[in-house]
């Protein structure tokens, strides 16, 4: 992560930017690292792997989402300067799609559910670097007065779900799909 900084600022070209421009990326960088390190840690137990996916397979029924595009936030409220967002495109077992804040660079992800983790791997826009990360699925259950059964819906522990969906959303999501069409799956 440091070697990554360091690349960052010693191949920047001076230009006239103003110092918070030039930052932009450094910070949604750190931002999504601590979110996503935090998500993770929350994922993780003093438990070995066998015993979580006893405790994963026995206690919790295995979730499947709706094929479907879901938005989550690190805040309820869209546009929130200082927050990351999740754009997801979920089909099948399989996820893609990015991580972002308003105003900034986007780094995109693929991975896959399952049984209820997020499996992803996250690929830096500018180093190219993968890093894998799971974090948790919480089985919500949302029920109306027009539908009292309720039906699944996608919720990663730690974020909101946003209904709104935005045309600038779907274009980060499908710069995300057109970039791992060209490249091979892991």
């Known amino acids: 992560m440091l070697k990554s900084l360091i690349n960052l600022f010693s191949s920047a070209k001076p230009v006239s930017l103003s110092w918070e ?13 601590i979110t996503f390190g935090s998500l993770a840690f929350s994922a993780a137990s003093a438990r070995s792997p066998e015993e979580r996916s006893q405790t994963a397979s026995s ?3 295995r979730f499947t989402p709706a094929n479907d595009i879901f938005l989550l ?6 546009q ?6 999740m754009i997801v495109k979920i089909k099948g077992n399989r996820v893609i799609g990015a991580m972002f804040s308003p105003f900034s660079v986007f780094d995109c992800f693929r991975g896959v559910v399952h049984q209820n983790q997020l499996a992803l791997n996250l690929t830096e826009s500018y180093t190219q670097e993968t890093t894998a990360y ?22 990663v522990e730690g974020l909101y779900s946003i209904e709104t969906i935005t045309d600038n959303d779907l274009r980060i999501l499908n710069t995300c799909e057109a970039n791992y ?3 091979p799956t892991p």
């Open 73 to 78: 936030g690190s805040s309820p409220q869209r």
């Open 59 to 61: 206690e919790f029924p």
């Open 21 to 33: 421009k030039t930052l932009q990326p450094v910070c949604l960088f750190l931002s999504f690292s």
């Open 134 to 155: 799971s974090l948790n699925l919480t089985d919500s259950r949302v029920a109306s007065s027009q539908n009292p059964t309720p039906d699944r819906s996608f919720q």
């Open 80 to 85: 929130q300067l200082g927050q990351v967002y």
């Open 181 to 183: 069409a060209q490249a």
